[in-house]
């Protein structure tokens, strides 16, 4: 069985991404650093028009005008399967249409027709952990046992993704890092992957580039955190996270590389 895993470039076109540097709300920004990450080596590009942190109102008329757009010209100008962050299914649709192959959903599928919308578009999905819902503030989670309550809910949404029509082969799992989470609960499931990837059953996506949990860890400002959001994906590769959603897809696809280089030659 292959360790290589798919590197997914980050594309915002928010006003207010958590992560500077990804805040390309301009289109011809955007493009210019979706062109970029395909040089860089990305496997897929991932765009979203609405942060998951609290903000300001963004309706769907807004969230569908910032990515519909990006969606058809990131097809028409790349020939990289793009993906779209958001948890409306009526947006996921529209950009399902318009080209984009996977639904990102931070959610775990909480609008009742997001499944059904993938599933007839012939589309790939990504199941969330998330403990409240999207844009909520969510200061202090508690859970008994933070993995297994992870696993089981990722096992659930995978199931009924399935249900839904859509093949396990294109189901994705994410234990959704700083997503209704403390800075300790996101290390443990950080050093949980393998329990959670084989729990769960399908490919997991590991979201952890430039996050809250490794600023905490280490004392990090968001922008010193490059090099600890690389440490991150070399941990992930190993314990078999198959997906990495990252600002950095050249430093992530040599981390990549290199970890698939060892393992295999073992």
């Known amino acids: ?8 470039g980050v ?7 958590f992560f500077a540097p990804a805040a390309t709300f301009d289109l011809d920004e955007l493009l210019t650093r979706a062109a970029a990450l395909v040089v860089d080596g990305a496997d897929i ?20 005008d910032r990515v519909v757009p990006v969606v058809e010209t990131l097809c028409d100008r790349f020939d990289v399967p793009v993906s779209i962050d958001t948890w409306r299914a009526s947006v996921a649709g529209a950009c399902f249409r318009a080209g984009a192959v996977l639904g990102n959903d931070i959610s775990g599928f909480a609008d009742p027709d997001y499944l059904d919308i993938a599933a007839a578009a012939g589309a790939s999905v990504v199941a969330t952990h998330i403990r ?14 933070v993995v297994a ?10 199931e009924r993704a399935e249900a839904a029509g859509i093949p396990a082969s ?24 393998d329990v959670l990837a084989s729990r769960a059953g399908h490919a997991l996506l590991l979201s952890a580039s430039n996050k809250r949990f490794l600023g905490s860890l280490l004392g990090l400002e968001i922008e010193e955190r490059s090099d600890a959001s690389l440490a991150a994906a070399a941990l ?31």
């Open 132 to 145: 409240l819902r999207p844009r909520v503030a969510d200061p202090e989670p508690v859970y008994d046992d």
């Open 45 to 64: 590009l991932d765009i979203g028009g609405v942060r998951a942190g609290p903000g300001p109102e963004i309706d769907e008329d807004e969230e569908l």
């Open 1 to 8: 069985m292959t360790t290589k895993a798919l590197v997914m």
């Open 170 to 193: 294109r189901v994705i799992v994410d234990a959704g890092l700083d997503l209704g989470k403390t800075a300790e609960q996101s290390l443990e499931l950080l050093r949980g992957s």
């Open 11 to 17: 594309l915002n076109r928010t006003a207010d991404s």
């Open 236 to 266: 992930g590769v190993t314990l078999g996270c198959r997906v990495l959603r990252v600002h950095d897809v050249r430093g992530t696809v040599r981390v990549r590389d290199a970890i698939a280089s060892v393992l295999e030659a073992a």
């Open 149 to 158: 309550t992870v696993a089981a809910f990722l096992a659930d949404r995978a």
